[in-house]
């Protein structure tokens, strides 16, 4: 009875040879376990008991006696209320809760990104990362099913899909310089970690450490790189020529009866002179490109033009600026650069004949000269415009017209006065290669322009986009479009 009992006793451990072994289960005859069988489970493992499909009991690391008594859901599901001490029958899995680590992951094609320096580049990124078992029952229902050994590499295609987008989608998005890379490789990978995990929680897995070894460019961005190096290490070409030409006479000179002493002498020639002219002439860099600024006016772009131009060109501080480097048109007066500019901004130049505009009953008129403008019979109230202003002014408030009204009593401060609509049928559009017009502001609103549209008025030659054009009225219809 004795030996009876003994075959009875059951030891149930599994003891895991491998490196890349996530769950294993423990094969018996029939899934029988004796009651009294002894349950091993080692640290950096975790048991679970498995009935016709259904989880039941689970077991940290530990030493355990099995009876039916001490394993309540399983007890539960075969309804054993008051206890059962035949041999019973279930499944038993292993889980390593050990952190695998090494497991590699790449990006299969090039992802393009948008560098500041460089413009839009592909790049290719490779790195390890690590994983471990934090819930076993959800590895089990979501991924293991009924497989009795389940190993990483059954799961690391999964992972790798998972881990690859999260990664370049940081990338792509984080707007650091190409050229600023490796030193923000840790920081990538632990973005990158945060954003994987909660794609791993239904698995019952987490990932622990994601490190990225290398983003890899294009050759033709990696050769580029290279000669911008090669150039800041070199540095003076002029030394750097004189220096290979010392060495290539001092090497032609130890060649026994290998030299050309006609070559030899045309070197030494080349170098002395070279070295004459280093002393008799000091090398002074050539002067930075000072033409770079731009101004918009009326719709034009007008430059390039140096600090000395801009000044001449009478710029005010609403002037809108643009130079290489600027994301966009700023107003002069937000530019500290050229704040003395503003400062020291010589009058304007005499206005030249014949450019008045004045608008009367909806129509604008001219181009008049000033004296023109005193026999059209204008008043203080008369809306005028030329060339360089913003928008349609009442006469009353142009310093240049003053002398017009001389015998004219000033009067009273208007409170607010509106300019006259710009009614006038004088815009053109280009679309589709064909130009249409003319038309009003309002016939501009039906043919559904955009800031992108290119327009250009009556008597100009070159079309704008609608966005660039300076004028109040037509700006203030994108934005009721927009």
Same mark, same amino acid.
């Given at each position: ?271 002395? @002179? *070279?070295? $004459?002219?280093?002393? &008799? !002439?000091? =090398?002074?860099?050539?002067?930075? +490109?000072?033409? #770079? ?17 801009? @000044? *001449?060109? $009478?710029?005010?501080? &609403? !002037?809108? =600026?643009?130079?290489?480097?600027? +994301?966009?048109? #700023? ?152």
């Amino acid at each position: 009875m004795s030996w009876l009992q003994g075959q009875f006793i059951d030891i149930i451990e599994w003891i895991d040879n491998t490196n890349d072994t996530i769950a294993y289960r423990f094969e018996r005859h029939n899934n029988e376990i004796k009651q009294g069988a002894k349950l091993i489970v080692r640290p950096g493992q975790q048991a679970v008991f498995v009935n016709e499909g259904q989880v039941a009991d689970e077991f940290t690391a530990g030493t355990y006696e099995l009876f039916t008594r001490n394993l309540p859901i399983l007890s539960t599901l075969k309804g054993w209320k008051y206890g059962f001490e035949s041999p019973f029958k279930a499944e038993v899995y292993f889980f390593s809760t050990r952190i695998f680590t090494n497991l590699k992951w790449g990006t299969a094609n090039p992802i393009a990104i948008r560098d500041a320096e460089f413009g839009p580049v592909r790049i290719r990124a490779f790195g390890t990362y690590g994983i471990r078992v934090v819930n076993p029952k959800k590895l089990l229902e979501s991924a293991i099913g009924t497989d009795g050994l389940f190993q990483v590499n059954e799961i690391d295609d999964h992972l790798r899909n998972l881990i690859v987008p999260s990664v370049t989608s940081w990338i792509a998005g984080s707007g650091i310089a190409l050229l600023d890379f490796a030193a923000n490789y840790r920081e990538m990978g632990d973005r990158a970690c945060e954003g994987i995990r909660t794609d791993l929680d239904p698995l019952g897995i987490e990932i622990t450490q994601l490190t990225i070894e290398n983003i890899s460019l294009p050759p033709a961005v990696e050769e580029a790189l290279d000669k911008r190096s090669s150039m800041g290490i070199l540095g003076n070409m002029g030394q750097y020529t004189q220096y290979q030409t010392a060495n290539a006479i001092e090497n032609a000179a130890k060649r026994p009866g290998g030299g050309n002493s006609a070559m030899d002498m045309g070197m030494g020639l080349a170098m002395g @002179q *070279q070295m $004459a002219n280093a002393m &008799q !002439t000091p =090398v002074t860099p050539a002067p930075p +490109s000072t033409a #770079q600024w731009y101004i918009a006016r009326n719709g034009e772009k007008l430059g390039p033009f140096t600090p000395e131009q801009l @000044q *001449q060109q $009478a710029i005010s501080p &609403q !002037t809108q =600026v643009w130079q290489n480097g600027m +994301s966009g048109w #700023q107003p002069a007066s937000t530019v500290p650069s050229l704040q003395a500019i503003l400062l020291t901004a010589p009058p304007p130049p005499p206005m030249p004949q014949g450019q008045w505009y004045i608008a009367q009953n909806g129509e604008k008129l001219g181009p008049f000269t000033p004296e023109q403008l005193q026999q059209q019979g204008i008043s203080l109230q008369t809306q005028v415009w030329r060339n360089g202003m913003d928008d349609w002014q009442l006469a009353a408030t142009v310093p240049e017209l003053s002398e017009l009204f001389a015998d004219t009593p000033v009067p009273p401060p208007l409170a607010s006065v509106a300019p006259e609509p710009q009614t006038q049928a004088e815009w053109y559009i280009f679309r589709s290669g064909d130009a249409t017009g003319p038309f009003t502001l309002e016939q501009l609103r039906e043919q559904g322009i955009s800031p992108r549209t290119n327009l250009r008025r009556e008597g100009e030659t070159e079309w704008t986009r609608a966005r660039d054009i300076q004028d109040s009225a037509l700006q203030s219809l994108l934005a009721s479009l927009s």
